[in-house]
Nanobody, 114 residues
């Protein structure tokens, strides 16, 4: 099982990024999938989740700014992040949307700074 997150980077406040997550070794299409983030000194939190049927949910702090999506044919999930704020700075991970989680992988660093 492997979940490879990529597409992070350094962006100015107000900018946008679109990280992606490619999954292998799991039944991607039938699983709820989530984007998580962990900022320095803080616990990992669920940012956005997309269920197998396509419904989504977001943590309040990103509602209206982030959009989660998935392409089951490509076993790939995306997180469109707009109007980024310094508080969004974190390592972003992808994983299943509910336990049991699989290997978390290295994640992708998102830094929002001027």
């Amino acid at each position: 099982v492997q979940l490879q997150a990529s597409g992070g980077g350094l962006v100015q406040p107000g900018g946008a990024l679109r990280p992606s997550c490619v999954a292998s070794g799991i039944s991607f299409s039938i699983n709820a999938m989530g984007w998580y983030r962990q900022a320095p000194g803080k616990q990992r939190e669920l940012v956005a989740i997309i269920f197998s049927g396509g419904s989504t949910n977001y943590v309040d702090s990103v509602k209206g700014r982030f959009t989660i999506s998935r392409d089951n044919a490509k076993n790939t999930m995306y997180l469109q992040m707009n109007s980024l704020e310094p508080e969004d700075t974190a390592v972003y991970y992808c994983n299943k949307g509910q336990i049991p989680y699989v290997n978390w992988g290295q994640g992708t660093q998102v830094t929002v700074s001027s």
